[in-house]
């Protein structure tokens, strides 16, 4: 069984259920994931327990790159304010 996703053309993400390969043997269930844009060109392969740690760890980082995103903005406006009060 797979099940295949694609997203906005950049990343394609597959599920391999766990099979017997007749020349490989047993493998386990796996997901493959491709990106492919302007900033990124990978390919991985992750077992489940891979994919269950990123999916944990994913939320952290969001959260980190928003607050980022945030103080940065913040620090634009701060400066724009003081550089008009200057020209006042």
Do not use: F, T
């Not at 302007?38 to 489940?48: A, D, E, P």
């Amino acid at each position: 069984m797979s099940i295949y996703s694609r997203a906005d053309g950049d990343i394609e993400v597959r599920y391999d259920a766990a099979q017997v390969h007749e020349r490989y043997g047993a493998l386990p269930a796996s997901v493959w994931v491709s990106l492919d844009s302007q900033y990124s060109n990978s390919k991985l392969n992750l077992s489940i327990e891979d994919v269950r740690v990123l999916a944990e760890r994913l939320p952290e980082i969001l959260m980190a790159h928003d607050a980022a995103e945030h103080a940065r903005a913040e620090q634009a406006a701060a400066e724009k304010s003081a550089a008009e009060s200057r020209a006042a």
